[in-house]
């Protein structure tokens, strides 16, 4: 069997989609894998159709390893995010298509099940303690036993994760005559298209101070039944964490998500030195080896990179592998801004492996429903994904075209003096 064309596709269905399928030379046989890196999805378009396209046409799309490895060493100048979330798009249509072949879900190519569905947690937010309580009984109400919870902190400018609360502050951010805002973010606001990047305004001590309060609300109100997370969005220095982890100590937090930036991996040992918080990491890895040292010095319980950018599902199985004989647990990246085929991906690994810990999903709208069908099913508090052959995902390329790429930036952050600060 061979490869016989790579088609990239781009498509907004209410956010930025980069799709690709491959083709065989057997009649009707593809797979679809998703190249989606929010933000910067030009630049791994342009990279899967000028640089990598070329490499695929006539390989056997059997040899998943050997492609792998070929993208990965083969370009001298390997991984980085535009690299590796091209290579995860060609991974997961590989998988896909030997699944077809095969006739037998990804899951099943992995070892088979070990458990009947994913656990999955969804995300709530609000302005205050009252309105993340409501929202947390609204995520338990819908079935969810994990829930994420983030909460505007006072005196900041649309914090990361409260939605609506974000947006709140953003008028009162653009009434308060401050002069950074247009100064330094060209006046744009989350999702509008064109516009520079929006800025949030944001500070570490009114942080610290908020986020326990918010958790001993949420255990007084709520109780013990649910289990409860917070995600730091990588902005503390490693004495901050540790002091948060600690705080957080009575609140028995699933885990605390991304309290330092990606770089130094040793600060991690700060962290752990003073709390038995469960910590996770992962979501701007982009390979095994920036796991490792937080596998082997058990200086995290779950690691949470992202299918979508760390090379597919060839590296997720490895990275799962070495967390099994440290403890660790996976936690797989899995927000709105990657495609149902990594979603789908994330889930048939879930399934797969024994360490699995917990799986983030969203509810796709209608729309992405029409052009990327086949996402993984939330039920009861679990994932699931059916038994068809491959990863159970497609697109409908007549649909694609109808909604065009939309240039869009993530938020970024910026301290009360106007200085950059991690988003
Ligand atoms: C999460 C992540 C996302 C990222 C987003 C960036 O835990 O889901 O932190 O919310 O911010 O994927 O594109
Ligand atoms: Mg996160």
Known sequence: MKITEVRVIVTCPGRNYVILKIMTDTPGLYGVGDATLNGRELAVASALENHIAPLLIGRDPDSIEDIWQSLFRGTYWRGGPVLMTALAGVDTALWDIKGKRAGLPVYSLLGGKTRLGALAYTHAGGRDVSEVEDSVREK???????????????????????????????ASWKNSGTPWQDELSGG????????????????????????????????????????????????????????????????????????????HKESFRIIRQHSTTPL????????????????????????????????????????AAVSECYYVQTAWHGPGDIAPPTHAANVHLDLSVPNFGVQEMVFFPDIVQEVLPGAPTFKDGYLHVTDAPGLGTDIDEEAA??????????PMTRRADGSTHDW
């Open 140 to 170: 338990i109400a819908q079935g969810f036993k994990v829930v994420r919870a983030q909460i505007a902190i006072p005196g900041t400018v649309g914090t990361y994760g409260v939605g609506g609360a974000g947006e709140a502050s953003l």
């Open 188 to 263: 744009g606001e989350w999702g509008d298209g064109g516009a520079m990047p929006y800025v949030e305004r944001w500070e570490p001590t009114p942080y610290l101070h908020t986020i326990p309060k918010l958790f001993a609300h949420l255990r007084d109100k709520i109780g013990w039944d649910v289990e409860l997370f917070h995600d730091v969005h990588e902005r503390l220095t490693p004495i901050q964490a540790a002091r948060l982890a600690k705080d957080l100590e009575p609140y028995r937090l699933f885990f605390l998500e991304d309290p330092l930036r990606p770089e």
């Open 280 to 319: 996770a990491m992962g979501e701007l890895f982009h390979t095994k080896w920036d796991c490792l040292p937080l596998i082997s010095e058990q200086l995290i319980d779950f690691i949470r990179c992202d299918l979508g950018h760390i090379g597919g599902i060839t590296e997720a199985k490895k990275i």
């Open 401 to 410: 075209k109808k909604y065009p790429y939309e240039r869009n930036y993530l």
